[in-house]
Antibody, heavy 118, light 110 residues
Framework: QVELVQSGPEVKKTGASVKVSCKAS????????ISWVRQAPGQGLEWMGW????????NYAQRFHGRLTVTMDISTSTVYMELSTLTSDDTAMYFC???????????WGQGTLVTVSS | QSALTQPASVSGSPGQSITISCTGT?????????VCWYQKHPDKAPKLIIY???DRPSEISNRFSGSKSGNTASLTISGLQAEDEADYYC??????????FGGGTKLTVL
């Protein structure tokens, strides 16, 4: 069965970086991409970026350009999301999701809570 | 890019039908048949309920249906049940090669 397992909760200081992992299993990893989506407390869903499991192609939401880096280790079917220069506005639940690239996120990780404080 | 526009809340009684709209532009909703709808319960991951405007994953009840006209997509839930109470989000592929979500709609089953 398809499963995406994310790393555990993180607490970071303002200005620091955070790196969240998403390990995929149960499907042909290179046939799909992975999107990252976050939800701040009391807010809606926000798409952050995507990486292709096939050719490493990446797309990022404009508002995260320069702060967001999505990488991948095909040998372990793991995708990483690194967000730098954190502020309190980055406090959110971060989700990874399997996505072929049209936004059809059919399987989701359990979420990783990132808390940013001063 | 601004979020797609959804009503903040809708409500209905058990057994009734409700429709949630999702309005974008010709650069997203109107330009592509890549509109999805997600159901989200508190403290749970989102669940895909509609993809490609009107297709349904096999495990999703046929009480959920999707459509699109111009720059507005719609989700209809018929035969409302208590467990349908949740937040619903639309999303669309955009001409900038990104994905845009709606602001979300809280569904209350009275």
């Amino acid at each position: 069965q398809v499963e995406l397992v994310q790393s555990g909760p993180e607490v970071k200081k303002t200005g620091a970086s955070v790196k969240v992992s998403c390990k995929a299993s149960g499907y042909a990893f290179t046939r799909f991409g992975i999107s990252w989506v976050r939800q701040a407390p009391g807010q809606g869903l926000e798409w952050m970026g995507w990486i292709s499991g096939y050719n490493y192609k990446r797309n990022y939401a404009q508002r995260f350009h320069g702060r967001l880096t999505v990488t991948m280790d095909i040998s372990t079917s793991t995708v990483y999301m690194e967000l730098s220069t954190l502020t309190s506005d980055d406090t959110a639940m971060y989700f990874c999701a399997r996505d072929p690239w049209t936004g059809v996120a059919d399987y989701w990780g359990q979420g990783t809570l990132v808390t940013v404080s001063s | 890019q601004s979020a797609l526009t959804q009503p903040a809340s809708v409500s209905g009684s058990p057994g009734q039908s409700i429709t949630i709209s999702c309005t974008g532009t010709s650069s997203d909703v109107g330009g592509y048949n890549y509109v999805c709808w997600y159901q989200k319960h508190p403290d749970k991951a989102p669940k895909l309920i509609i993809y490609d405007v009107s297709d349904r994953p096999s495990e999703i009840s046929n009480r959920f249906s999707g459509s699109k006209s111009g720059n507005t997509a719609s989700l209809t839930i018929s035969g409302l049940q208590a467990e349908d109470e949740a937040d619903y989000y639309c999303s669309s592929y955009t001409s900038s090669n990104t994905i845009l979500f709606g602001g979300g709609t809280k569904l209350t089953v009275l």
